[in-house]
């Protein structure tokens, strides 16, 4: 009986160290998988974190040498400096390029007196829009004269243009540039609009988190995450009482280039100023922004918002889109101070 108590004994002190060892060796392999775990997160959700950080870190960068363009282009646009400059750009990664094909246009109008009118359905194929008549009148204008702007802020030459069933059509690749519409009835103006192209500076990189971009067009700064886009800088509008001011900034690129890279690199971007001009100082009507390109809805919503009841926001084509800003109270009248400035930037 003793004998049988010490053989078990001693099994049951074998079973407890093997149980001991088996832990320690479940515990190790546990902290092992804990902390390869641990590290493989560390790879898959820090790595994106950096990539992320490192691609804000550049957009701030460019966002800072985009405002030190526009301050470049206010001193030649005002004369403090002189009429071109040359600034160095240094981007850590992304590319810069100009873009060409979007239709960066903005489009003033308003009228003299009572009549009221607005635009839609802009054809740039056919070089045609809609104008719509909103005033009473049965015949309120009956002519149509169209002119090229010259940089002086002058009027160039006269555009052929038809005017029937409501339409306003230019001669086919002449929509484009800058261009003033006089409505006229008996010669005398009833309305005018001014339409203006412009092109925009993007720089653009990439992230483990999405796509980025920055957009400098008419004087103006967008921010773009993943088609997410908010304003970082307003171009000039001046609203006060009952006067309204606006600095359109046509930005022209002769040439149009790409530069990219994996590291950091420099772009020189020469700065040159073709001419400003006062082109309204005057009491007018009825007056409407329109803003039309791949950013037109942040900037129209942006405006509504930041001038809060100076505006209203109508969607003239009836796509569901706003497209036009009409002034609050404009309809009985406001002082208009309106500017113009053209200026290239291109590549050396």
């Known amino acids: 009986m003793l004998r049988y108590n010490i053989k078990n004994m001693k099994l049951r002190i074998f079973k407890r160290d093997r149980i001991d060892a088996i832990s320690t060796v479940i515990s190790a392999i546990l ?3 804990i902390f390869v775990g641990a590290a493989i997160s560390t790879i898959f959700l820090g790595i994106p974190y950096i990539n992320d950080l490192q691609s804000q870190e550049s957009l701030e960068n460019v966002e800072m040498q985009f405002k030190l363009i526009l301050d470049n282009i206010k001193d030649i646009v005002t004369g403090e400096a002189d009429g071109k400059n040359v600034l160095t750009l ?6 810069l390029s100009n873009n060409k094909n979007d239709f960066d246009r903005t489009i003033l109008m308003y009228s003299y007196g009572n009549f009221n009118f607005s635009i839609s359905k802009l054809d740039n194929i056919v070089s045609k829009f809609k104008l ?3 005033s009473n009148e049965s015949e309120p204008i009956d002519e149509v004269d169209i002119f090229r702007i010259n940089d002086d802020g002058n009027l160039g030459e006269e555009l052929l ?4 069933d409501s339409y306003i059509t230019i001669e086919p690749n002449l929509f484009k540039g800058k261009i003033v519409i006089f ?3 008996s010669g005398v103006p009833k309305g005018k609009i001014w339409l203006f192209d412009s092109e925009s500076l993007v ?3 990439q992230s483990n988190t999405g796509s980025y971009k920055l957009i400098l067009e008419k004087g103006g700064i967008i921010y773009t995450k993943n088609k997410n886009s908010q304003v970082k800088k307003l171009f000039n509008i001046y609203l006060k009482h009952n006067s309204f001011g606006l600095h359109v900034l046509q930005t022209n690129v002769s040439k149009p280039f790409t530069v990219s890279g994996g590291g950091e690199f420099n772009i020189r ?4 100023s073709r001419g400003s001009a006062l082109q309204e100082l005057n009491n007018v009507f009825n007056l409407r922004l329109q803003l039309h390109g791949e950013n037109a809805q942040t900037w129209l919503k942006y405006i509504n918002n930041k001038y809060v009841d100076k505006f209203v926001l109508l969607d003239e084509d009836n796509n569901g889109l706003v497209d036009t800003l009409f002034l609050s109270g404009s309809q009985n009248g406001v002082d208009l101070t309106f500017l113009n400035s053209v ?3 291109n590549k050396v």
């Open 269 to 272: 971007i020469s700065i040159e």
């Open 343 to 345: 200026v290239n930037l």
């Open 31 to 33: 902290a092992i998988t």
């Open 183 to 185: 409505l006229n009835k």
């Open 203 to 205: 720089f653009k990189t």
């Open 161 to 164: 243009s038809t005017y029937s």
């Open 90 to 95: 240094a981007i850590e990664e992304g590319s």
């Open 132 to 134: 719509n008549i909103i």
